[in-house]
T-cell receptor, first 113, second 113 residues
């Protein structure tokens, strides 16, 4: 089955700095790559997603890049703010006959004021 | 509000018991997913249903079972509960056919004592 690795597991940055989280996957048939943000005690919420026919997508301070050849994708957050502090999960979907999402192990991002 | 409703929000039960978690997907979503999130752990995919039929299965224990009813709501049944089954159980729903966002419910926190 699909295997998704996510790094780092924890990330601490100063307010205003950039944060980068990376994920790799194993199933070359995967074609959907969302990122979810989960605040403490709350449900995961989609913040950005990318499909395999696109190499990069940006939404204000958040961007995702995809390298299908190398089977990895990354989340970039610029000008970080304290409210960006949360757990971020990458996910991979679309492999095989189902579009189930397989999630990475999560990155705890702490933005220090 | 994601439009996905899970009940109950909290559940405390004893080892050996059986519980049922309920999920109502967003209106129009045919696909329902169940995930388990243990303390400090990621989102482990359990099972997916699409329009009443099982579509994909993850690392779901034999003590666990699920089903999706004609009105598209889903139930996750957990039996012979063990202390290690204590976790946050999320349901998510999405439109299947093309990879799109999975919307998560607020989760059911299960505590086995």
């Amino acid at each position: 089955g699909e295997n998704v690795e996510q790094h780092p597991s924890t990330l601490s940055v100063q307010e205003g700095d950039s944060a980068v989280i990376k994920c790799t996957y194993s199933d070359s048939a995967s074609n959907y790559f969302p990122w979810y943000k989960q605040e403490l005690g709350k449900r995961p919420q989609l913040i950005i997603d990318i499909r395999s026919n696109v190499g990069e997508k940006k939404d204000q301070r958040i961007a995702v890049t995809l390298n299908k050849t190398a089977k990895h994708f990354s989340l970039h957050i610029t000008e970080t703010q304290p409210e960006d502090s949360a757990v971020y999960f990458c996910a991979v979907g679309g492999g095989g006959a189902t579009n189930k999402l397989i999630f990475g192990t999560g990155t705890l991002l702490a933005v220090q004021p | 509000d994601s439009g996905v409703t899970q009940t109950p929000k909290h559940l405390i039960t004893a080892t050996g018991q059986r519980v049922t978690l309920r999920c109502s997907p967003r209106s129009g979503d045919l696909s329902v997913y169940w995930y388990q999130q243990s303390l400090d752990q990621g989102l482990q995919f359990l099972i997916q249903y699409y329009n009443g039929e099982e579509r994909a299965k993850g690392n779901i224990l034999e003590r666990f079972s699920a089903q999706q009813f004609p009105d598209l709501h889903s139930e996750l049944n957990l039996s012979s509960l063990e202390l290690g089954d204590s976790a946050l159980y999320f349901c998510a729903s999405s439109v299947v056919g093309e990879n799109t966002e999975a919307f998560f419910g607020q989760g059911t926190r299960l505590t086995v004592v």
